[in-house]
């Protein structure tokens, strides 16, 4: 054989016997990167595969030696390592990443061996450049898939079971050897049905394939201790080559959750129960607390009772006032946080509202030589549609405050308006003081229930710490939000938005309130009142304004009474009474088709939303809520003299 170099660019122009001509064609069309060292392990010849897949020019490369070649093809690459038996009479082969000219990299599967002439002497050594990248990159995916996905199982908070066909354990992770109490190899192979609790596990795989809900089935997993462990399984399919070839059962561990469940379950529930006993006992203790403030009532307005016993007496009103504004505020917060308070939209004018409020703080500023100020901003329209009672409670809450925590200077309160579309406003109130102020460290709590800034020990003014509870979640429900800035020692400033509508042009005509003066003859009054201190508040209260006064125990009396006797003008009905409750006697008193139906006054205990409207509903002419105070009794008498249905009483003659 002919032992110069086989190189098609070399031996231009030469004419070459048929088979070299055909060798030199295999070389230099080979795909793979061919480089021909000579017997000095120096090359002598590149193919065009190599130029192109590596970028050296043949005449570059011509002559370097073995060592040179290595260098150059892997300068700046650490890893791949060529392999030993490289030059030596034995085939090699290994994987390698080589350097191009450009400096990129390329995966190459390298082939080397030794070349023999026909007399079998050695005749040069050839190394094979095999382009592996597109291959290596389709492995390094695959190694990434594989990692990403065995880290996922391996890492879960889950256990994660391999079970074939049959429900056999192929694997599993180290959350399922805990559940388990067991080792893989212990298992692995093993029908997986005892440790699921279930009977056979395989058709429960196939099934939930189909049906997710299957998966309720499993619900435990038993340890080797024989406790068992409280699980939310999911099944999903291993899938190969588009084939099922088993399942996993993916195990939530749900008895910390179960437990957190119950746990809030109970503490809601316990939650549920003080509400309902706080309102219960506020409910309970209004009704004997009528007759302490009634009767205090009555002693002071008598002439004969002075000096000591009369500060003893006032002592007892206060004190039982101040209770009972207590029980008034742990049944409206107790109300509201059971979410039973409905939003009302009524028509009310703001400036007569702001006004009224002023002018029931007014004593108290006035005693404490506070100047009260209000501002209501001239965009707001005159007549407003909105919840006028929670407003009101609002202001109320938040000017007492001020009045009570401010010993000189002003208290401001302006409304503007902060945002109209269509007949919807946002109305903004601010409630400034000039008071001692509120320290930033305790302004995150203030809005919580029972919150009061002074110790409990020490305090010196009265309060029962839900004002500003009970005003956040009024304004809440009004659609806004409180915010409150303040500085110690300089004063608070508490802020509000609710919503409202502009009021239709109609209803804008002043309401007609009856006056109290318009009261201008005695009345016959019947009382159906069961609680014999309230019968002599009522009686007193009445008789004092020169009334007369009947009383009847329970409904069925008060009928027995009407029966008898249809003359009165009035008849003040307990909702609450033994033998025949209002309700049934207002009932029965219609039924009864009087020719002059009395007006009849529900008085009841229950302060609650609704009752009301149920008592209006069932036919009673007016509502009085317990305790009954001598200017509400008057209020609601004037209301009687404004109604048309007192006329008809007008020519009865009592025989005073
Ligand atoms: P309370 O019925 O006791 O007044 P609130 O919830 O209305 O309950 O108020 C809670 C506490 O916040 C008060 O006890 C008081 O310490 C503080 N506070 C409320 N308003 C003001 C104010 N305008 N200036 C200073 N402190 C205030």
Known sequence: MDNRPISQTGNQGMVLPPERAILASVVSHNPNALVLFDNEQRISLINRAFTVSFGWEEAEMRGKSAAEFSQIMSSGITGGQWPDTLWSKEPCSCELELRKRDGQTLFVQLTGYGLEDDGGNQAGYLISLADISERKLFELKLQETIERYTSLKKY???????????????????????????????????????????????????????????????????????????????????????????????????????????????????????????????????????????????????????????????????????????????????????????????????????????????????????????????????????????????????????????????????????????????????????????????????????????????????????????????????????????????????????????????????????????????????????????QLVIRKMLEKSGHHVVLAANGAEVLEEIRRNNCYDLILLDILMPVMNGMETMQELQALQLDRQPYVIAVTANALKGDREACLAAGMDDYLSKPIRRDMLEQALAKYWASPKNNLTSAIDYGE
């Open 156 to 534: 879960n908070h889950d256990a994660v079971i391999s079970l074939d066909l049959e429900g056999r354990v192929i694997n599993y992770n180290n959350v399922a050897q805990r559940m388990l109490g067991r080792p893989v190899e212990e298992l692995v192979g093993k029908d997986f049905s005892p440790y699921a609790l279930v009977d056979r596990i395989g058709p429960i795989l196939a099934e939930a394939h189909r049906d997710a809900t299957v998966e309720r089935i499993l619900t435990g997993i038993q340890h080797s201790s024989g406790s068992v462990c409280e699980i939310l399984a999911s099944i999903a399919p291993i899938i190969i080559n588009g084939e099922i070839t088993g399942y996993y059962m993916i195990a939530k561990d749900i008895s910390e959750q179960k437990k957190l469940l119950i746990e809030k379950e109970a503490a809601e529930a316990m939650t549920r129960a003080k509400s309902e006993f706080l309102a219960m006992m506020s409910h309970e203790i209004r009704n004997p607390m009528n007759g302490v403030i009634g009767m205090t009532r009555l002693l002071l307005s008598s002439p004969s009772l002075e000096g000591e016993l009369r500060e003893y007496v006032e002592l007892i009103r206060k004190s039982g006032h101040s209770l009972l504004n207590i029980v008034n505020d742990v049944l409206d917060f107790t109300r509201l946080e059971s979410g039973k308070s409905e939003l009302n939209h009524e028509p009310f004018r703001l400036s007569e509202l702001t006004g009224e409020l002023l002018a029931i703080q007014m004593p108290n500023a006035v005693q404490k030589g506070l100047k009260l100020e209000v501002w209501n901003d001239e965009r707001i329209p005159a007549q407003l549609i909105g919840d006028k009672s929670k407003l009101s409670q609002v202001l109320l809450n938040l000017i007492g405050n001020a009045v009570k925590f401010t010993d000189s200077g002003s208290i401001k309160v302006s409304f503007r308006l902060v945002e109209q579309r269509g007949d919807q406003l946002e109305l903004e109130g601010v409630i400034e003081d000039t008071g001692i102020g509120i320290s930033e460290s305790e302004l995150p709590q203030l809005f919580h229930p029972f919150t009061r800034l002074d110790n409990y020990l020490t305090r010196t003014v009265e309060g029962s710490g839900l004002g500003l509870a009970i005003s956040r979640r009024l304004v809440e429900i009004m659609g806004g939000k409180i915010a409150v800035r303040s500085v110690v020692g300089e004063g608070s400033t508490f802020t509000f938005r609710v919503v409202c509508r502009a009021a239709p042009l109609e209803l804008a005509a002043p309401v007609r309130v009856p006056q109290v003066s318009e009261n201008t003859r005695p009345l016959r009054v019947l009382i159906g009142e069961d609680n014999e201190i309230n």
